[in-house]
């Protein structure tokens, strides 16, 4: 009987595999007809995956020392972006398509997480020092599009991100009298977002027809007012995102 069963799965998955194949002759067929590169070139797209910013928390540091250095205690977070690609020259024979790559909204969350600089610090509320931080982006900037074979294909770009940051740390220690705080106090980081922050995004796209895996690299400056037992001001920080992705191409 198992025989049967694997006999059957070798004929579906077989079966499955032809069919798939047999949209190449019907692609090329079209293209010819229109006098167009037969690579599976796609317009809109949906990626979701991780979100990183690197760092590790020092805690021989202070806390606006860490905050500065690009340090926030984040820990991998998970991100979901929609968006489309407007090519100049889709009716091409090239193997090339170049363009504008509009991503139109991407969101992001990540917990930062300072429980254990808290506890290295001997902080008696090391397990309340956990906060959230979300950011919802827009991105815009030249792609080009690159046929390695008429099934896999290279997306590059080159963008410029526009968005908001809605995060914040309220770092306080009962026993030294110690406390700093940026973005918001009460846990509620939708209360203070950023100010509105343009920085670049490089990416990348490798995928086969439909499915891949994309990368996206954007280095951030943000800034926030702060207090903290030392006095006020306003601080401007530098963040290393990263993010990889699942690429789906429609």
Not at 101 to 114: A, K, P, V
Not at 163 to 187: K, N, P, R, T
Not at 198 to 225: C, H
């Amino acid at each position: 009987m198992k025989k049967i069963y694997m006999l059957f799965m070798v004929l579906g998955i077989g079966g499955l595999f032809n069919a798939v194949m047999a949209q190449n002759p019907l692609r090329d067929n079209y293209a010819n007809l229109r006098g167009i590169h037969p690579a599976d070139f796609r317009n809109a797209y949906l990626r979701f995956g991780i979100n990183n910013f690197p760092g590790t928390l020092s805690p021989s540091e202070s806390v606006a020392a860490n905050i500065e250095g690009g340090n926030i205690g984040a820990s991998t977070g998970f991100m979901v972006e929609v968006g489309r690609h407007f090519y100049f020259n889709y009716k091409s024979h090239m193997p090339v398509r170049y363009g504008l790559d509009w991503t139109m909204i991407s969101f992001s969350y990540n917990q930062l997480d300072w429980s254990h600089y808290a506890r290295e610090r001997n902080n008696a509320l090391s397990d309340e020092q956990k906060f959230d931080a979300f950011s919802f982006t827009g991105r815009l900037g030249p792609a080009a599009t690159i046929a390695l074979t008429d099934d896999i294909i290279l997306d590059t770009r080159v963008q410029v991100a526009f968005g908001l940051h809605s995060l914040g740390i309220y770092y306080f220690d009962a026993d030294d009298d110690e406390y700093f705080s940026f973005g918001y106090e009460s846990g509620e980081p939708f209360e203070s977002p950023s100010a509105l922050y343009f920085n670049p995004n490089f990416g990348l796209s490798l995928r086969y027809r439909a499915v891949g895996l994309a990368f996206d690299y954007s280095p951030q400056k943000i800034g926030y007012d702060y207090t903290s037992n030392e006095g006020s001001g306003r601080m401007d920080f530098r963040l290393q995102n990263l993010q990889v992705k699942v690429h789906l191409a429609f």
